[in-house]
């Protein structure tokens, strides 16, 4: 059971089950006991069946339009978003849109490629849990979500740029 | 200039203890070399031919002269007693250790200077006209928007791990463009619309490299206000739709291309419309906040000093061709901008020992209220001379190595550091500027040939602007040989143009023949007024290539 990793940096366990896309023609492999998330697109598709279940959320892949759940955010009790490599940026600009456009106010999940050294650009775009790729220190991750202690934008953590705050 | 304040300071103070615990893990094998590498090359780390190569940045080619001082200390306790001024306005060392650039960062960041998003796939350096601020027909002083651009793109969480390395230039003459905005993935040019108020005209999707392309515009009026809220639509656009399934297809150019520029910029005013007014909109009192570090120095009144410097041109015919070469007409009377040229003959363009920096933060002091400009002509400026002290300037500048007299001339070469010292390159590039500079050694000749644009690459990286210059030489590799491939007809500047290839390429030692015989090509077709750009434009390839191929 991999170690959650919560935006102060505390530890904790976590029961949620990560559905890959399953093949064409495939059916989605639920486990029976578990709390799962789906791709996003394949729970807008059974939304009848989905719909208000507290067991059920969605996961983004990075190529993946967060657009498609405009309007429904809210009616999924977990958002997750993968990083399928590190330097794959566009996850970056997924959870800003989930927060800031759509308005999710649910836990927001940093999966895949998940390293110390990108935490706090992630806590910075929305994201409030994460899951550290399995052979890194998850204790060491409260160091490296807040290791700036200032930012110059505004972001999901800082409603104003420091340049209004300076002004003010 | 800029100023650090508590908040400035901080950050960079945490970016030192951040690489230096990278680094760290790095060594401890903590950090796999894939993970540590994005890591290093944001702050500017590359490992190169023979060590690893630091590329430290000046933000919009500003310097001070305690900056320069430190600069060439670090060269001297750390490197081999040089560095490299680079085409975006920074500078490199060549041969730092790398369990040693932690430190080299934190001396950077006690005289407010850093390595910080100079490689890597992110915002880089933003660069502007040397000439900012001082020159008579700038639209607003363009320093205050590159320090809020700096300041936004300086880690910002949602643009560090883009497609591709992503470069913003900002130019503020109506009629020069010495920062060759329409080859950069953003191009910003200041603009007042007919209402008379200040905002910007936007290319995206210029660069050289691979596919160079000239940025086509896709907004011809951004309020200043909204400068940032629009940078962000067009890097959230790029962030998301951009390649990154291959690399050399993944700069924004490709997008737009893709996209066309129409359907690039709907894309961008849809997102834009979302954020427009977001906090991220810059206010009055943030831009007045800025430009308060950007105010003029305690220039005096004084008269132009026109009798005094027509009798010393008449006594010197040397000081005379440097007066008409290397400095230029600044808004202030009395007062000149010059530039030291750093293209002698046998060093390699752009490269300054320690002494040579000490001696620029000197001269600096004693004639330039402290402060110097690197060009992306890989030059030095010193913006704010009075011109009744010109000739004791250039007294001093010409032991010095600073006084070559070549400025825009043919021997004004940019030249990338090319096969002597970059892993990428395929050929070597300062020994092909040195045998043109010494073909090309009769001042005289080169004063009549004009301006002409010689721009030289090792590869298809394109950091010596190869694509743009109105000669271009381009270092290729034929099964392990080097060769050069010539192209013709470039320019960087507002009638911005990506240079024609002339035909096959040429061994190395062919070169200086083949650069005789298209400059007397142009030589024998001009007329009185034409620039070798203006010949070639009229008369196009055709007439190059038979003489080059006869």
Redesign the interface.
């Known amino acids: 059971m991999p170690e959650l990793i919560t935006a102060d940096g505390a530890l904790r366990q976590d029961d949620w089950v990560v559905v890959p896309r399953p093949e064409e023609g495939e059916a989605l492999a639920l486990p029976d006991d578990k709390p799962a998330l789906v791709p996003a697109d394949l729970w807008l598709e059974n939304e009848s069946t989905f719909a208000n279940r507290a067991d059920i959320g969605v996961w983004f892949d990075s190529h993946d339009e967060p657009e498609i759940l405009a309007g429904k955010v809210n009616e999924v009790p977990l958002i997750a978003v993968n990083f399928p490599r590190?330097?794959?940026?566009?996850g970056?600009?997924i959870g800003?849109l989930l927060r800031?456009?759509f308005g999710y106010e649910g836990d927001l999940r940093a999966i895949g490629d998940v390293?110390l050294?990108?935490l706090?650009?992630?806590k910075?775009?929305g994201f409030s849990t994460f899951v550290l790729r399995a052979d890194k220190d998850a204790s060491q991750a409260a160091r490296y979500l807040d290791?700036?202690?200032?930012?110059?934008?505004?972001?999901w953590d800082t409603?104003?740029?420091?340049?209004?705050r300076?002004?003010s | 200039m800029y100023v650090y304040d508590e908040h400035d300071r901080k950050m960079a103070a945490e970016r030192v203890e951040q690489f230096r615990d990278q680094t760290r893990r790095r060594l401890a094998g903590e950090l796999a070399e894939e993970e540590y590498l994005p890591l290093r090359l944001q702050n500017g780390l590359y490992v190169q031919r023979h060590a690893p190569m630091l590329r430290i940045c000046v933000p919009y080619g500003m310097l001070r002269s305690d900056q320069l001082r430190r600069l060439a200390r670090i060269t001297r306790d750390y490197d081999k007693r040089f560095a490299h001024f680079t085409t975006r306005q920074n500078l490199q060392l060549n041969w730092p250790e790398l369990e040693q650039v932690p430190d080299i960062l934190a001396e950077l960041a006690e005289v407010e200077m850093h390595a910080n998003q100079t490689s890597g796939n992110c915002i880089r350096n933003t660069t502007t006209d040397q000439f900012a601020g001082v020159q008579s027909d700038e639209i607003a002083d363009p320093r205050p928007y590159c320090e809020l651009i700096r300041q936004w793109s300086t880690f910002h969480p949602e643009f560090a791990f883009l497609p591709r390395k992503f470069k913003v230039a900002v130019n503020a003459s109506e009629k020069t463009d010495r920062a060759a905005i329409q080859v950069h993935d953003i191009g910003l040019q200041l603009v007042r619309n007919d209402a008379g108020e200040l905002g910007f005209r936007v290319h995206v999707g210029g660069g050289l490299g691979r596919t160079p392309m000239v940025g086509p515009v896709i907004r011809e009026f951004l309020p200043e206000l909204d400068l940032l809220t629009y940078l962000e639509a067009v890097l959230r656009v790029y962030n998301r739709y951009g390649r990154r399934d291959n690399k050399f297809k993944a700069r924004i150019k490709i997008l737009v291309k893709a996209l066309t520029p129409e359907g690039f910029a709907e894309k961008v005013e849809a997102e834009w419309a979302h954020i427009k007014d977001s906090p991220t909109r810059l206010t009055p009192e943030a831009i007045e906040h800025i430009k308060g570090f950007f105010t003029e120095p305690a220039y005096e009144q004084l008269e132009n000093a026109t009798d005094l410097l027509a009798s010393q041109r008449f006594e010197n015919r040397e000081f005379d061709q440097w007066l008409a070469h290397n400095v230029d007409t600044h808004k202030k009377p009395g007062y000149a901008i010059v530039t030291l040229t750093l293209k002698q003959t046998g060093t390699p363009p752009g490269d300054v020992s320690d002494e040579q920096l000490d001696q620029i933060a000197d001269l600096a002091d004693e004639y330039s209220f402290g402060e110097a400009r690197v060009t992306h002509h890989q030059n030095v400026v010193l913006a704010d001379v009075r011109q009744d002290r010109l000739f004791e300037l250039w007294q001093s500048l010409k032991p010095k190595g600073f006084a070559t007299a070549n400025l825009h001339t043919l021997n004004d070469i940019i030249c990338c550091p090319g096969g002597d010292y970059c892993n990428l390159a395929n050929a070597k590039s300062i020994p092909v500027a040195e045998a043109i500079q010494r073909r090309f050694d009769d001042m005289d000749y080169l004063y009549d040939l004009g301006e002409i644009d010689l721009n030289i690459s090792g590869c298809m990286n394109a950091c010596g602007h190869h694509h743009v210059g109105n000669i271009g030489v381009l270092g290729v590799d034929k099964k392990g040989d080097e060769f050069y491939q010539i192209s013709l007809g470039g320019s960087s500047h507002h009638d911005a143009q990506i240079g024609k290839i002339l035909g096959p390429s040429f061994a190395r030692e062919e070169v200086p023949d083949v650069i005789s015989n298209i400059v007397n090509v142009y030589v024998e077709q001009r007329t009185s007024e034409e620039s070798f750009l203006d010949t070639y434009r009229r008369i196009g390839i055709k007439p190059f290539k038979e003489r080059v191929y006869a």
């Open positions: 590190f330097v794959d940026g566009r970056y600009s800003r800031e456009r390293l050294d990108q706090q650009f992630m910075r775009c290791f700036f202690s200032q930012t110059y934008q505004a972001a409603d104003l740029p420091l340049f209004r300076r002004a």
